[in-house]
């Protein structure tokens, strides 16, 4: 992707369900405008 495209909002849903299954989940907020990552670790049972 170039800088100033974007994604239509069902490709960015998939993406999300992808990235979430690996364990990855975006945390926004949205009153400022910052984001974060929050990467869960899988347990080893």
Request: hydrophobic share 40%.
């Amino acid at each position: 992707m170039e800088k100033g495209e974007t994604l239509r909002p069902a490709t960015l849903e998939r993406i999300r369900k992808v990235l979430e299954e690996a364990g990855i989940v975006f945390i926004s907020e949205e009153n400022d405008g910052s984001f974060g990552i929050l990467i869960k670790r899988s347990s080893l049972t």
